[in-house]
Every structure is written in C-alpha cells, then in structure tokens.
C-alpha cells in the first residue's frame, strides 16, 4: 500500500496518527466475510430525505412541494 501526501507538510506525528487509522480500518474490514451485509447509515437512509408525506395533487398542490427547513 502507497500512500502519498498531495497537499501540505505534516509532522511525523500527524502521519502516524492518519497511518493508524487507516491499518485500523483495513483491519477491520478485512476481518468482515466477503458479501457480509453491511449496516446502513442514517444519513443514507431514503426516509430522511422524504420524512415527510408527498402533498396529493390537486389546485393548490404546487404551494406545498417545496423543502421545508
């Protein structure tokens, strides 16, 4: 595995620590079987996005299809 620093000029220290996480994290994927399912995020769940209902249609339903928030 190569890893290249393409912008700034970090202490040895701070190249460790970014080297430690990731041989973490390659060790633990490497420990999960192939084609394991994997646990979905929260941020990538659909029903974040459409928590609420679509507005049915009708006259007045251009009003209500904006994001709220």
Do not use: C, F
């Not at 393409?6 to 990731?22: K, W």
């Not at 994290?25 to 996005?49: C, F």
């Amino acid at each position: 595995m190569t890893i290249k620093v393409v912008r700034g000029n970090p202490t040895p220290e701070e190249l460790a620590a970014a080297l430690a996480v990731v041989r973490a994290r390659a060790a633990a994927a490497a420990t999960e079987p192939p084609g394991a399912p994997r646990d979905r995020d929260s941020w990538s769940d659909p029903a974040r996005i459409a928590a609420h209902r679509v507005p049915q249609p009708g006259p007045t339903a251009w009003s209500r299809t904006y994001w709220p928030g």
